[in-house]
């Protein structure tokens, strides 16, 4: 005789995807009953009965009445409140924030801000987070409230690493910056935290954000839950889920360099990259001259603007090399290679194999 089958309620006020993802793969290998529907109802189902719930109420006080009703082990999403008395499986805001700050630590920055658009206590624990990494290691903090922040920019020390409590404020923050006149990343370099890509991929300049590893978050809360459903002893301290990593985009791909011309020319490289220039256009309105750019440039960057430039091609190469459509021709011609021949030298001495091995590797990996 076949055991019964458990049945599971996730609920979220906030729906997570990949939260769902998570508790999904752990519902399958359990061979439990999942019932997920209020992912596309946005409604509370209003007779479940089951074993267990899987929550994130935020502030729903519907919700938290919903869940206290049901008699039945309950685990807790949220790294803010106690309202279910319940054990917890939660992604590490503290780990979050510090990753962010490490991020921009590492390329240079020692002037940071946090763009704060809320007082939600997810918001509010991650600017505390951030505030007290960065005041620690002796850095500079500023609080810029995303409603101010067009007034505070040009009174602001740049560059400036800025922090956003999530990919959505990031946008508005990038929005903000360019609409008057700063460049993102080069005067100010935006981290968002959630890595959503339809958020991050799909906007004028591509945020950089920290990845929380809400899959992980899921099947976690779902393992936690299955302990209890079974009555087996479980710590009371919280299953704490780190970050997954950061995942980088232009808006914080850059290096501080402590000299205008040097960066205006990092700048133009990264705007003009695509079409036949050479260095001498990037630093053609430099007060500067061109060996202390050159010489400051290597210091920072750890390579010349002709290995910069040749750096920026190749990995533009390596998207289109991805597609099978784009001919090697066409590629070397749109990364803004004079010749195939000069192309294929590049690409074999940059990625160690050639334009056409490469692709193989990709395809292979893609599919």
């Not at 409604?43 to 899987?54: A, C, E, M, Q």
């Not at 918001?123 to 505030?131: T, V």
Request: hydrophobic share 40%.
């Amino acid at each position: 005789m076949t055991s019964r089958r458990r049945r599971v309620l996730l609920i979220q006020a906030w729906w997570s995807k990949r939260i769902l993802e998570g508790v999904a793969q752990y519902a399958l290998e359990n061979n439990w009953i999942l019932d997920c529907e209020m992912g596309w109802t946005h409604h509370l189902p209003s007779h479940w009965r089951g074993d267990g719930i899987i929550v994130y109420a935020d502030t729903n006080a519907n919700i938290v009445r919903y869940v206290n009703r049901h008699r039945v082990p309950v685990v807790d999403l949220a790294t803010f409140n106690d309202y279910f008395k319940a054990h917890k499986a939660v992604i590490s805001n503290e780990q979050i924030t510090r990753l962010a700050v490490d991020h921009l630590k590492k390329l240079g920055f020692s002037q940071f801000g946090c763009v704060l658009a809320s007082h939600h206590p997810i918001d509010m624990l991650r600017y505390e987070y951030y505030k007290k990494i960065v005041t620690a290691n002796g850095d500079h903090f500023k609080l810029l409230p995303l409603k101010k922040l067009a007034s505070l920019l040009p009174g602001l020390p740049k560059p400036m690493g800025l922090l956003t409590t999530n990919d959505r404020y990031s946008i508005e923050t990038i929005r903000i910056c360019t609409d008057n006149g700063y460049s993102v990343p080069e005067e100010f370099a935006v981290v968002g935290i959630d890595n959503t890509p339809i958020l991050c991929d799909l906007t004028s300049v591509p945020v950089t954000s920290v990845d929380p590893d809400f899959w992980q978050n899921g099947y976690q809360a779902a393992a936690l839950l299955d302990q209890l459903m079974q009555k087996k002893k479980v710590p009371k301290e919280p299953v704490v889920i780190p970050p997954l990593g950061i995942a980088l985009r232009r808006s914080s791909d850059t290096l501080y360099i402590p000299n205008t011309d040097a960066t205006k020319a990092l700048q133009f490289l990264r705007n003009n990259f695509l079409h036949p220039i050479n260095i001498s256009q990037a630093t053609k309105d430099a007060t500067t001259p061109i060996r202390v750019i050159q010489k400051v440039f290597r210091q920072y960057a750890g390579r010349t603007m002709v290995q910069e430039l040749t750096r920026l091609r190749i990995e533009h190469a390596k998207k289109l090399l991805g597609n099978p459509k784009h001919k090697i021709d066409s590629i070397a011609r749109d990364c803004g290679f004079s010749s195939r021949t000069y192309f294929i030298r590049a690409f074999r001495r940059y990625a160690g194999m050639s334009p056409k091995d490469f692709r193989k590797v990709a395809l292979k990996s893609t599919g």
